[in-house]
């Protein structure tokens, strides 16, 4: 069966097949109905005109009948006028009295007939049509015939009923045509806060869990579904919070007993001892953080309206850095653009995948060497060493989580680049690897940059 | 020098206080923020350690509440979540520095340290790296005890990097520190004044670098 993709297309599509039967009903009705009023409204004047011609039938004693027509009955029925005639008939058919020209009757006699009687007849091109009226003169039972010739060109009302199809009938359809203009309108108007509440709904998503359909004024029909929908936003809503909250909830209650632990250790009188267990406990929070910085990825989502400043966030980073770097004898440097490089995105997350990138780097740079940070215009940030390098064949493996090259290194929880990349995925970034020449490798990250407009500075 | 830790777990709270008083402050401890807002209205203290999860509220509600007041005691935030966001949230309402669980008490003193040697602060004291020391008050350096005359603006970017000991100072920062928001900096100034800083300090043999680090700022550190 056929369905209807849209409410309107079904009201129009709908509307437009009644409209057209409904105009053709509707003429053919009013037709019939002026047509019929027409024939009754003839039908009684005829029947009027053979009674009042009755009236003036006399009977003489000797038992002959005579017709004395008064001046205007004799102008109406004349030859010359043409238009009504008479004829006055006997029971045995001889007609007694006629204003035709031959003394002919108007309708063919018949006794069984009843008193009253409507009759056409064609006589020669005319068509006459009227009424037979039954009447006792004397002991004389007489048939009263009155007729009217329809071509005469004084009737007028056979032709109006006879063009009322053709005139009048085709303005029904315009008239219905406008109606369902009207009333598309009406729809379309009465339909507006539902598509006012579709244009909020398309801005609720991961990012924007608080936003609800307004329903003042939807209209009553469509409410329910409308409330319908709020509450099920509700639950979502209430879904993602307690996702949210808990990684809030596991990074307190982690990095608390560590905290009593690092502190045990601090005062420790024994400080060789506290200090190699600190490096353990170091070692502990690191992968604490970054399994509780996984948990968190996993539920973040992105505000497609969020921005940052790439330069920054690699200047916060690269400035946060350089103490643990410098402890280990390494350098850091930041080099290219000048200016803020915005880029969509969340600067928090951001800055964690270039500060994985950089503990990377810094992990496999020589002694000695420098890790560089590279912010470029087009939304590129690349972190550069002077390491081994990456493999080819090592090139996917070293994304996937818990993966490392060598399981005894220190410090090394094979979390860090499967971070970066789950950071680069949610903001539609590219992750590029290359060796560098002699030694050394570049991991950069591409992320959308904003124009300056976009990102709301001069 | 009496400091406050609002700290909601009992043994954390009892171990810091152990490690404040082994570094000569007398400690308070409390565990609520409904505490904490009482005893804040009546007692003076040095500074204030705060736990970001209390189990009665944010402690950054109280934060905010104690800034209300325009109480200006220097607070040092304590948070389990590491994010950016939080830190940035935290010295938005007020807070002077934060700390991520875990931290090494002897970082905890430092920054302590740090904030209570503000200007405006009541109490000065010296900073320390090495044989180089650093007295607040005077604005004094001395290398192995012996005082050093040095200009006023190596002496500014001195004291504003032993401040920030272990810390890397951005090259913005220490333009504003130095010449305010105000006025044209030439763009090679800084550099001037921390290449002079250095020979001095290693002409008159102290024990520390000043590291450059480039496109970020600057780092001082005992010499590896």
């Known amino acids: ?458 | 020098m009496r400091l406050l830790v609002v700290e909601d777990n009992a043994e954390l709270a009892e171990l810091l206080a152990k490690g404040l008083q082994t570094a000569g402050y007398e400690v308070d401890v409390l565990s609520t923020v409904e505490e904490a807002t009482s005893v804040l209205l009546t007692t003076f203290y040095a500074a204030l350690i705060l736990d970001l999860g209390l189990p009665d509220g944010d402690g950054l509600s109280l934060l905010r509440e104690i800034r209300h007041r325009n109480n200006p005691i220097p607070v040092l935030v304590l948070t389990a979540r590491g994010g950016l966001h939080d830190r940035v949230h935290g010295l938005r309402s007020g807070a002077d520095d934060y700390l991520v669980k875990p931290f090494a008490l002897e970082e905890l003193i430092a920054r302590l340290e740090a904030q209570l040697r503000r200007p405006g602060h009541l109490l000065g004291s010296s900073l320390r790296i090495a044989n180089l020391e650093f007295d607040t008050r005077n604005r004094q350096a001395s290398i192995d005890d012996q005082p050093q005359v040095l200009s006023a603006r190596e002496t500014e970017v001195l004291e504003l990097l032993m401040r920030s000991k272990g810390r890397v100072v951005s090259k913005k920062q220490v333009e504003d520190h130095i010449f305010g928001h105000s006025g044209e900096v030439a763009s090679n100034a800084i550099e001037v004044y921390v290449h002079r800083l250095r020979k001095q300090l290693a002409e008159r043999g102290a024990k520390v670098q000043v590291h450059t680090i480039r496109g970020v700022g600057y780092l001082i550190a005992e010499e590896s």
Not at chain 1, 164 to 187: C, E, K, Q, S
Not at chain 1, 240 to 261: W, Y
Not at chain 1, 317 to 322: D, E, G, L, P, S
Request: aromatic share 6%; charged share 20%; net charge negative.
């Open chain 1, 1 to 458: 069966m056929f369905r209807f993709k849209s409410i309107i297309s079904r009201i129009v599509i709908l509307h437009v097949v009644a409209v057209v039967i409904t105009s053709v009903f509707m003429s053919l009705a009013l037709s019939w109905l002026l047509n019929y009023a027409t024939n009754t409204i003839h039908d009684e004047a005829m029947q009027e005109q053979a009674v009042s011609v009755g009236e003036h039938l006399i009977a003489h004693s000797d038992g002959q009948l005579e017709l004395d027509l008064p001046l205007d009955l004799l102008g109406l029925y004349s030859q010359a006028y043409g238009r009504y005639s008479y004829a006055v008939v006997d029971a045995r058919g001889h007609v007694l009295f006629s204003s035709l020209k031959d003394n002919a009757a108007l309708f063919p006699a018949d006794k069984r007939s009843r008193d009253v009687e409507f009759l056409q007849q064609r006589i020669g091109d005319a068509t006459v049509s009227g009424a037979s009226v039954k009447k006792t003169v004397g002991d004389h039972a007489v048939w009263i015939q009155t007729g009217e010739d329809l071509a005469n060109r004084d009737v007028l009302i056979d032709d109006i009923v006879a063009d009322f199809y053709r005139n009048v009938g085709w303005i029904t359809l315009p008239i219905l045509l406008v109606l369902l203009i009207a009333d598309i309108a009406i729809f379309r108007r009465a339909l507006r806060p539902l598509r006012q509440a579709s244009e909020i709904a398309s801005e609720i998503g991961p990012a924007r869990t608080d936003v609800r359909l307004p329903t003042d004024e939807i209209p009553r029909e469509v409410r329910p579904l409308v409330s319908a929908i709020n509450l099920a936003l509700d639950r979502l809503e209430q879904g993602f919070r307690i996702q949210r909250d808990f990684t809030a909830d596991a990074a307190h209650e982690l990095r608390t007993p560590l905290s009593i632990l690092r502190t045990r250790l601090d005062l420790l009188e024994d400080k060789k001892v506290g200090h190699a267990l600190q490096q353990d406990v170091e070692g502990m929070a690191h992968i604490v953080s970054q399994l509780l910085d996984i948990a968190e990825l996993d539920a973040f989502v992105v505000d497609p309206l969020e921005k940052a400043d790439l330069r920054s966030v690699t200047a916060e980073i690269a400035q946060f850095i350089a103490p643990l770097a410098l402890a280990q004898g390494k350098d850091i440097a930041l080099t290219g653009a000048t200016e803020p490089v915005w880029v969509k995105g969340n600067p928090e997350m951001l800055g964690r995948a270039i500060r994985n990138l950089s503990e990377n780097a810094i992990n496999h740079t020589a002694a000695g060497t420098t890790v560089e940070f590279v912010v470029e215009d087009n939304g590129t940030v690349s972190v550069l060493d002077q390491g081994p390098g990456i493999a080819e064949e090592e090139r996917n493996l070293i994304f996937q989580r818990f993966w490392r090259r060598d399981h005894n290194k220190a410090g090394s929880t094979g979390l860090g680049l499967s971070i970066v990349q789950r950071i680069a995925e949610l903001h539609s970034a590219v992750i590029t690897v290359q060796n560098r020449k002699p030694n050394g490798a570049c991991f950069s990250l591409k992320f959308t940059p904003l124009a300056a407009a976009q990102a709301g500075v001069a």
